[in-house]
Protein backbone atom coordinates (compact mmCIF):
# COMPACT_ATOMS: atom_id res chain seq x y z
CA UNK A 1 0.00 0.00 0.00
CA UNK A 2 1.40 3.42 -1.09
CA UNK A 3 1.05 6.20 1.53
CA UNK A 4 2.99 8.96 2.17
CA UNK A 5 3.06 10.24 5.79
CA UNK A 6 3.70 14.12 7.04
CA UNK A 7 4.92 15.03 10.33
CA UNK A 8 6.18 17.99 11.96
CA UNK A 9 3.01 20.09 12.16
CA UNK A 10 2.21 22.28 15.19
CA UNK A 11 1.28 25.08 17.59
CA UNK A 12 4.24 27.76 17.10
CA UNK A 13 4.29 31.48 17.86
CA UNK A 14 4.65 34.01 14.74
CA UNK A 15 8.34 34.55 14.13
CA UNK A 16 9.32 31.03 14.74
CA UNK A 17 10.09 27.87 12.63
CA UNK A 18 9.05 24.53 11.58
CA UNK A 19 10.02 21.77 9.71
CA UNK A 20 7.33 19.05 8.20
CA UNK A 21 8.43 15.95 6.88
CA UNK A 22 6.84 13.70 4.21
CA UNK A 23 7.44 10.03 4.72
CA UNK A 24 6.84 7.60 1.74
CA UNK A 25 6.09 4.06 1.53
CA UNK A 26 5.12 1.55 -0.24
CA UNK A 27 7.11 2.28 -3.58
CA UNK A 28 9.97 4.57 -4.49
CA UNK A 29 8.97 8.16 -5.56
CA UNK A 30 12.82 8.77 -6.33
CA UNK A 31 11.46 9.70 -10.03
CA UNK A 32 8.46 11.53 -9.12
CA UNK A 33 8.29 15.67 -8.37
CA UNK A 34 7.47 16.10 -4.53
CA UNK A 35 4.58 19.05 -3.68
CA UNK A 36 3.02 20.35 -0.26
CA UNK A 37 0.08 21.99 -0.80
CA UNK A 38 -1.63 23.55 2.03
CA UNK A 39 -5.13 24.39 3.06
CA UNK A 40 -6.93 26.84 5.72
CA UNK A 41 -10.58 26.73 7.09
CA UNK A 42 -12.62 27.65 4.90
CA UNK A 43 -10.24 28.09 1.87
CA UNK A 44 -9.14 25.95 -1.30
CA UNK A 45 -6.40 23.99 -0.95
CA UNK A 46 -2.95 26.21 -2.15
CA UNK A 47 0.06 25.59 -3.70
CA UNK A 48 3.16 25.88 -1.38
CA UNK A 49 6.37 24.52 -2.93
CA UNK A 50 7.39 21.79 -5.70
CA UNK A 51 11.13 20.15 -5.83
CA UNK A 52 11.70 18.19 -8.90
CA UNK A 53 12.76 14.36 -8.83
CA UNK A 54 16.34 15.05 -8.55
CA UNK A 55 16.34 18.24 -6.67
CA UNK A 56 17.37 20.89 -9.55
CA UNK A 57 14.35 22.85 -9.99
CA UNK A 58 12.12 24.17 -7.12
CA UNK A 59 9.18 26.23 -7.15
CA UNK A 60 7.54 28.23 -4.54
CA UNK A 61 4.47 30.37 -3.92
CA UNK A 62 4.83 34.11 -3.50
CA UNK A 63 3.33 34.43 0.08
CA UNK A 64 6.01 31.77 1.05
CA UNK A 65 9.46 32.93 -1.51
CA UNK A 66 12.10 33.46 1.14
CA UNK A 67 11.19 32.10 4.46
CA UNK A 68 10.49 28.41 3.25
CA UNK A 69 12.58 26.13 1.61
CA UNK A 70 11.89 22.61 -0.05
CA UNK A 71 14.15 19.46 -0.11
CA UNK A 72 14.38 16.01 -0.38
CA UNK A 73 16.49 12.66 0.14
CA UNK A 74 15.36 10.10 -2.28
CA UNK A 75 17.83 7.44 0.05
CA UNK A 76 15.15 7.98 2.64
CA UNK A 77 12.01 8.35 0.22
CA UNK A 78 11.29 11.80 2.40
CA UNK A 79 10.93 15.43 1.02
CA UNK A 80 10.79 18.18 4.03
CA UNK A 81 9.56 21.53 4.25
CA UNK A 82 11.58 24.59 6.26
CA UNK A 83 9.14 26.74 7.52
CA UNK A 84 10.83 30.12 9.03
CA UNK A 85 9.30 33.38 10.25
CA UNK A 86 6.31 32.02 10.32
CA UNK A 87 2.96 33.95 10.33
CA UNK A 88 -0.69 33.22 11.44
CA UNK A 89 -1.87 33.29 7.95
CA UNK A 90 0.34 30.21 7.33
CA UNK A 91 -2.45 28.51 9.88
CA UNK A 92 -3.32 25.47 7.33
CA UNK A 93 -3.58 21.80 7.42
CA UNK A 94 0.01 20.69 4.88
CA UNK A 95 -0.46 18.01 2.98
CA UNK A 96 2.44 16.34 0.97
CA UNK A 97 1.88 15.10 -2.54
CA UNK A 98 3.87 13.37 -5.26
CA UNK A 99 3.71 13.63 -9.30
CA UNK A 100 5.50 12.21 -12.24
CA UNK A 101 6.55 16.34 -12.89
CA UNK A 102 6.75 19.37 -11.12
CA UNK A 103 3.75 21.30 -10.64
CA UNK A 104 2.39 24.23 -9.28
CA UNK A 105 -1.39 22.65 -9.33
CA UNK A 106 -2.91 20.14 -8.19
CA UNK A 107 -4.29 18.02 -10.53
CA UNK A 108 -0.74 16.47 -11.34
CA UNK A 109 -0.30 14.93 -8.40
CA UNK A 110 -1.35 11.48 -7.78
CA UNK A 111 -0.58 10.56 -4.51
CA UNK A 112 -1.70 12.62 -1.54
CA UNK A 113 -0.67 12.47 2.56
CA UNK A 114 -3.24 13.27 5.35
CA UNK A 115 -2.35 16.43 6.49
CA UNK A 116 -0.43 17.37 9.26
CA UNK A 117 -1.82 20.51 11.29
CA UNK A 118 0.01 24.08 11.56
CA UNK A 119 -0.75 26.55 13.99
CA UNK A 120 0.71 29.95 14.35
CA UNK A 121 -0.57 32.39 17.12
CA UNK A 122 -0.07 35.93 17.21
Known amino acids: QVQLVESGGGLVQAGGSLRLSCAAS????????RGWFRQAPGKEREFVAA????????YYADSVKGRFTISRDNAKNTVYLQMNSLKPEDTAVYYC???????????????WGQGTQVTVSS
Open 51 to 58: ISWNGGST
Open 97 to 111: AASTYISTERNPYDY
Open 26 to 33: GRTFSGYA
